[in-house]
């Protein structure tokens, strides 16, 4: 199992981001994908998930309305498009099969979000 997460980078307060993750090593279609996020010193926490055919989804309150997941099992490939990004938003971001969990265990490099004024 793989993760490769990418499109974080540095914005400022209200800016947009779109963050990629394609994964391989199982069957991506059959699983639910879900968006976590880290800041130093703290447990990863739950942004966002989908199932398997991206027709259910779930938020974390404090990114409810800003942020939205979709997927492309065509190309093994969840996305995390993010806008009306905060300061507190800033963190390394990783995908992980699953919903609201890590169901498989693994964990990819992830993608580092800064938003900064």
């Known amino acids: 199992v793989q993760y490769a997460e990418s499109g974080g980078g540095f914005v400022q307060p209200g800016g947009s981001l779109r963050l990629s993750c394609t994964a391989s090593?199982?069957?991506?279609?059959?699983?639910?994908m879900t968006w976590f996020r880290q800041v130093p010193g703290q447990d990863r926490e739950v942004v966002a998930a989908l199932n398997g055919a991206g027709t259910f989804s779930d938020y974390a309150a404090s990114v409810q309305g800003r942020f939205a997941i979709s997927r492309d099992n065509a190309k093994n490939t969840v996305y995390l498009q993010m806008n009306n990004l905060k300061i507190e938003d800033s963190g390394v971001y990783y995908c992980?099969?699953?919903?609201?969990?890590?169901?498989?265990?693994?964990w990819g490099r992830g993608t580092q979000v800064t938003v900064s004024a």
């Open positions: 090593g199982f069957p991506f279609a059959d699983r639910a």
């Open positions: 992980a099969g699953g919903f609201n969990t890590n169901g498989l265990g693994y």
